[in-house]
């Protein structure tokens, strides 16, 4: 079982309880149970106060293995590479941060991505080691994420999305479809597909529903208007494909592109573009709109 835990070095750190064993030391435990990580790489993280026990207390290198003894330890990659992409911070109040993220990006510390995120970059931008991003989006995607600022407040926020009070906006730029009428409602069941980050279409009731509409038109390509009533994972990427009209610059739909890197001059042509939801704690009327632009 592991869990987020915050503490002054404003990171996010992992927990682990340590498992049944037959270590004489923590040390031993976490070389045994993370092997992809040296021996001297955990020296060196518990030298500079990375790894932490239940009370967010720097350990020593020789405390004791206790099975169900709560360790907390961040997350490393070594030579991480930067991302030449800057965020924009919206709006930000003691509940509600709102940042435009741009293409490539990661929302949150997965994979090679730990510090080249939009969670750490705002955490260390805005001091604040307790923001958690409400939603997400792909790292390819640009546009709007909505974080919460304040644990008080958090469940409120979370509670807009299962519940559906939260109007969601995107825009994308295809290929044309004039042989099919439009607005429409696509209406599918999204299944895993291959390979395993891929999201296909498949047999049984619909789980997924997205509004279409075009909005301008320019040749062979369209800019189309998006609005997911459900929010699968890579719903909108999988939808226009499926339609025929993949989203320009997508590397997974409707095909994988073998060996594909990240080109800053080709992103993929998705954006968050706008939100509206009323605010459970303040109230009002919050309405957001992305700065980034999708240009042809």
């Not at 435990?29 to 009370?55: K, P, Y």
């Not at 597909?193 to 047999?203: A, D, K, L, T, W």
């Not at 957001?288 to 042809?296: A, M, Q, V, Y």
Request: charged share 25%; aromatic share 10%; proline share 7%.
């Amino acid at each position: 079982m592991s869990e987020s835990v915050f503490t002054p070095a404003h990171s996010q750190a992992s927990t682990l309880y340590l498992p049944p064993g037959p270590w004489l030391t923590v040390l031993d435990c976490l070389c045994e149970r993370f092997s992809a990580i040296s021996r001297e790489q955990w020296l060196d993280r518990i030298n500079r106060g990375r790894v932490l026990d239940a009370d967010g207390q720097p350990i020593a290198m020789d405390l004791g293995y206790r099975e169900g003894l709560r360790i907390h330890y961040f997350r490393e990659v070594l030579n991480e590479t930067p991302i030449p992409v800057q965020e924009t911070i919206l709006y930000a109040d003691e509940h509600l941060v709102v940042a435009d993220k741009p293409h490539f990006l990661p929302v949150t510390p997965a994979g090679e991505y730990v510090e080249q995120t939009l969670l750490r970059r705002l955490i260390r931008t805005l001091d604040n080691p307790h923001l958690v991003p409400l939603h997400r989006i792909d790292r390819h995607t640009a546009g709007l994420v909505l974080f919460s600022a304040n644990q008080q407040t958090r469940s409120a926020y979370q509670a807009l999305f299962p519940t559906r009070q939260i109007d969601k906006r995107y825009e994308a730029i295809a290929r044309a479809l004039p042989d099919l009428e439009f607005p429409r409602v696509h209406k599918t069941r999204l299944v895993d597909g291959e390979p395993f980050f891929r999201m296909q279409e498949g047999e049984g009731q619909s789980n997924t529903e997205t509004r279409i509409e075009v909005c301008e038109r320019n040749g062979d390509l369209w800019r189309y208007g998006l609005y997911p009533v459900t929010g699968k994972k890579h719903q909108l990427r999988v939808h226009m494909a499926a339609l025929g009209a993949g989203i320009y610059n997508d590397p997974f739909y409707p095909e994988v592109i073998k060996d594909a890197v990240d080109d800053y001059d080709k992103p993929l042509k998705l954006l968050a573009q706008g939100l509206r939801f009323v605010d459970p704690v303040m109230g009002q009327e919050r309405v957001f709109e992305s700065r980034i632009k999708l240009d042809w």
